[in-house]
């Protein structure tokens, strides 16, 4: 299964990059450049999903990105994550 999530990066005093995720709790990524920052974003994300989903049934609702405030500098990109459910999977 595919997620898709919003990601909210900015550039920090140092140079590098730093993201979180709106809907994913205590979800955050880091970077020296936006790209690596966003790959590292993929990764903290499945992390985060796979341990909610070992606890719950459910994943927070997305965020749509029009309703995501930025501050000066912030910018938003979509974190795709896809999911493979091995409960029940027969091969």
Do not use: Q
Request: aromatic letters at 10%; proline letters at 3%.
């Amino acid at each position: 299964m595919k997620f898709i999530y919003p990601a909210v990066f900015h550039k920090n005093e140092k140079g590098t990059y730093e993201g979180y995720f709106p809907d994913l709790e205590d979800c955050r990524a880091s970077g020296e450049t936006l790209d690596e920052a966003v790959e590292a974003a993929n990764e903290a994300a499945m992390t985060w999903i796979t341990l909610e989903l070992e606890d719950s049934d459910s994943l927070p609702a997305v965020t749509d990105v029009c309703d995501i405030e930025l501050k000066e500098g912030e910018i938003v990109r979509r974190i795709s994550v896809n999911y493979r459910f091995t409960e029940g999977w027969e091969e």
